[in-house]
């Protein structure tokens, strides 16, 4: 207990830090990760071809590279520069939005066969199609898989410890500096982590309940 | 089903398609194509930034670190597949005293970060007293608390969904509850399951990454100190981009097995189908 009070000051700056990763990822994750999965759906086919490779080669990269490429990798390129954090925010976006494709494709799936063909008849084109009927259905179906993908998401923020963005990973380097011991830090970070978790469970069954399409 | 979204398009759709894809192709070759360049003008095809990784020794030590990924891989899936089905019929005991430690268990160990585990055995248990703490224990040890844990609720799941009378004629001829479970019910789950449990596989393959994190000598650790060498120019982009050709390399390997194996069950009737929507649940 000690070791947390002591160091309220890290662990608040650490779990800010994570909350705000999170956030920023999570939601330039959703929007990027709904385009790649209406490309993936679309008409034409290098559309298609493009979003399934993006899929393909990220999913199939470690996280841990996605970030070292850009935390030491992209400083090097004489572009603009960016802090760590930002760094990190970019790479967990790019790395969350393939699942999130992958999640809502799944839920395009689940939607019966019949309401896209209503939509047709009434001559709606690809698009209302998409938006109006089958991704509003969609969305509702696809809680438990994009609910994993978010807590995937929380518990890879602590990857970006190991490219020098202080969050909650990085508690432990921290604390071991001021002569802490390593464990009780491990552990409390650990506590919260599973205390974080469980609130997204929790939201998502209240979702899936409150949400659950009638059919 | 993407072609139930639309309708066979007549001849001014599809001059439209064929505008769109042009487009589409021009703005991806402008995204590449900017990438490329600023690699270019950065230097990063420089001779003198890939030399290093012309030397016969520098090529051998990558081999090693390969090495080093695949045993930390190979071990961690063998030991995770073992602890999973352990987990797995631990939870599906009807004793109470068991089946809720491997509750608690698989909860607890699915919610916290691989990192923090693997960073619990590094950094945490040798102040402690423990010793022999390697950098490989440490990764082989998170990797397979939280992928046993993971491939539990693979197995409880599959072995849910198999059709009841699967295991009352098991129990109809005499055998107890053990052996319905080995030889009848659990056969049929990694059958079933098999591309999940294979898609898993290449999760651990991608989370042994993190081995770089705590100091484990792996591809991505080499990636690092080969980029850092100044009399090469610090090649830490051909450095990436070598680790995410190898990395995505094996990944594709073990995904077309799943997706070759996917196939050759579909053709066999004799595996029992699952929801497709089960398998999405926990894949996440």
Known sequence: MNTLLNNSDLFITGFRNTLILFGVAGIFALILGTIVATLRVSPIPAMRAAATLYINVVRNTPLTLVLFFFALGYPKLGLVEIDFMTA???????????????????????????????????????????????????????????????????????????????????????????????????????????????????????????????? | MSSVLFDAPGPKARARYRILGVVTALVIIAIVGFIVLRFAQSGQFDEKKWHLFTFPLVQQTIIQSVGATLSAFATAAVLSLVLGVFLAFGRLSDRKWISLPCYGFTELFRAIPLLILMMIFYYGLPPLGVQGITPFTAVVAGLVLYNGSVLAEVFRAGIESLPRGQSEAGYAIGLPKSAVMTNILLPQAVRSMLPVIISQLVVILKDTALGFIVTYNEILFQAKYFGSQAQYGSPIIPSAIIAGVLYVGMCLILAGIAKWLESRMRRNVKVVKVAKSEIVAIEG
């Open chain 1, 88 to 215: 990190a925010t970019v790479g967990l976006s790019l790395y969350t939005a393939t699942y999130v494709a992958e999640a809502v494709r799944s839920g395009i799936n689940t939607v019966p066969v019949g309401q896209a063909e209503a939509a047709r008849a009434i001559g709606l084109p690809f698009t209302q199609t998409l938006t109006l009927v089958i991704l509003p259905q969609a969305f509702r179906a696809v809680i438990p898989p994009m609910f994993s993908v978010f807590i995937a998401l929380l518990k890879n923020t602590t990857v970006a410890a190991g490219f020098s963005v202080a969050e909650a990973g990085a508690i432990r380097s921290n604390l071991s500096e001021r002569g802490e011991p390593a464990m009780a830090g491990l552990l409390w970070v650990a506590l919260i982590f599973v205390l974080l978790v469980f609130i997204l469970s929790f939201v998502q069954r209240k979702l899936e309940k409150k949400w659950k399409v009638a059919r």
